[in-house]
């Protein structure tokens, strides 16, 4: 076998590793609200008219927003 057709495991130790953005945003929504997403990380995208779909296409064009979001994340699993 090729490397080509091997399963990829590049980054065993990244938990971000293959989750997509959208699974994050909706975990977190869930677990805190829009309110307690507000209050963790104030981006006015989780306080003024909070959607899943504004606050994807917010976070993909904003890197530090996405960042903060994806360290909550983070937070949250590994509790």
């Given at each position: 076998?090729?490397?080509?057709n091997?399963?990829?495991?590049?980054?065993?130790?990244?938990?971000?590793?293959?989750?997509?953005?959208?699974?994050?945003?909706?975990?977190?929504?869930?677990?805190?609200?829009?309110?307690?997403?507000a209050?963790?990380?104030?981006?006015?995208?989780?306080?003024?008219?909070?959607?899943?779909?504004?606050?994807?296409?917010?976070?993909?064009?904003?890197p530090?927003?996405?960042?903060?979001?994806?360290?909550?994340?983070?937070?949250?699993i590994?509790?």
């Amino acid at each position: 076998m090729d490397k080509e057709n091997k399963p990829q495991k590049e980054q065993p130790n990244n938990p971000l590793h293959g989750v997509k953005l959208a699974t994050i945003v909706e975990t977190l929504h869930e677990h805190y609200g829009w309110d307690g997403l507000a209050a963790k990380i104030n981006i006015n995208c989780f306080k003024n008219d909070p959607s899943i779909k504004s606050s994807l296409k917010f976070l993909r064009r904003t890197p530090w927003a996405r960042d903060k979001v994806e360290a909550l994340y983070i937070e949250l699993i590994k509790r």
